[in-house]
């Protein structure tokens, strides 16, 4: 019987983390790394894109990781794991959404303990994508997560905890799925509408990520503003700003430069017609600023960045939601929903 293939891919992380001087450091690559999954019925291959903390990482990383999966897919693995570590590990995944085809399961994963430390969970976690990636009919969620047996989409993950084995989350909704005794099991259906971007290319423009705080004056964005092909704003609540800096951000809009806004909250949506006044989401948008519905601050700057490389207007890359002109329940019901 012919074994499938999984292709391993190693950025780097704490999953690869070796001690040295006291401190620990990514040593490992993906040969070793796969020395943890002898027992599996799989033929693997190996391949180190990277061998970085994740916070060292880069769009350009991303882009170089995201030809790397391309290959291995075109080379005929059945599916794709990425190890990397879990300080940007959403935000790769999300970059992956937006660059790859998958017509193969791709799944990230990590650690957070070194293999050295008592309760090192990167072997099981390795384990847990490995069967992910072996499961076909999770291809059509894009690239997901792995991590403590659940599974999560890329558009939704988060790192929501700086130190316990069990960091992440998708607070919009949960996991889509977990792995258990090698098995995958689904619990919802895959994104409505894709990450995918219509047209991919290496990253070329700076796109810089603001974060709302009270008393904030623009000074930062007048500092930055001439340095930059676009802005992301995370704002505070549904999307508000104080009137200093929604004054700061809007001269950026007005000099033809996309500005998104986000939210600053773990979770939930940005509004657009609830309140009103100098900073207020209806402000910001009635002037041409862009909403990122529910994307994070990260990942709303990365497909800005990576769209804005790829030659698309940023209109198409953060659309208006639109609502049919006479909501279900006939005339009259929900009016206000077309606001």
């Not at 930059?228 to 104080?242: E, I, K, N, P």
Request: aromatic share 2%; glycine share 10%; hydrophobic share 45%.
């Amino acid at each position: 019987m012919t074994r499938a293939v999984v292709s391993l891919l190693a950025m780097g992380g704490t999953i690869a983390n070796a001690p040295s001087a006291g401190r620990a450091t990514p040593r490992h690559g993906a040969a070793e790394l796969a020395g943890l999954l002898r027992a599996l019925p799989v033929e693997l291959r190996t391949g180190d894109v990277r061998t970085v903390s994740s916070r060292a990482v880069t769009p350009a990383d991303m882009w170089a990781l995201a030809e790397a999966v391309r290959r291995e897919i075109a080379g005929g693995a059945n599916g794709v794991v990425i190890t990397h570590g879990t300080d940007t590990l959403e935000e790769t995944a999300y970059a992956l959404a937006l660059l790859v085809d998958t017509p193969v399961p791709v799944v990230l994963t990590g650690a957070m303990r070194a293999p050295h430390l008592p309760g090192a969970d990167g072997q099981a976690n390795l384990v847990a994508a490995v069967a992910a990636a072996l499961h076909e009919p999770l291809a059509r969620y894009g690239p997901v997560v792995v991590f403590q047996d659940e599974i999560h989409v890329a558009r939704l993950v988060t790192k929501q905890h700086s130190a316990r084995v069990a960091a992440f989350a998708s607070p919009s909704a949960g996991p889509v799925g977990f792995v258990i005794e090698n098995e995958v099991e689904l619990l919802l259906g895959p994104a409505p509408e894709p990450d995918r971007l219509t047209a991919a290319a290496p990253p070329d423009r700076k796109v810089e990520l603001v974060v709302a705080v009270a008393g904030s004056d623009g000074t930062l964005v007048d500092a930055i503003a001439g340095d930059v092909a676009g802005l992301v704003v995370a704002g505070t609540g549904g999307g508000h700003l104080s009137p200093a800096l929604a004054e700061a951000v809007l001269r950026v809009v007005r000099s033809g430069r996309p500005v998104v806004l986000t939210s600053r909250c773990a979770d939930g949506p940005i509004l657009r017609r609830t309140y009103g006044g100098p900073g207020s989401e209806t402000h910001l948008l009635g002037e041409g600023v862009l909403a990122a519905r529910i994307l994070s601050p990260a990942k709303a700057r990365l497909r800005l960045l990576f769209g804005l490389s790829a030659g698309l207007p940023a209109e198409d890359l953060f659309p208006p939601r639109t609502y049919p002109t006479t909501p279900p329940g006939g005339e009259g019901a929900d009016r206000d929903r077309n606001a």
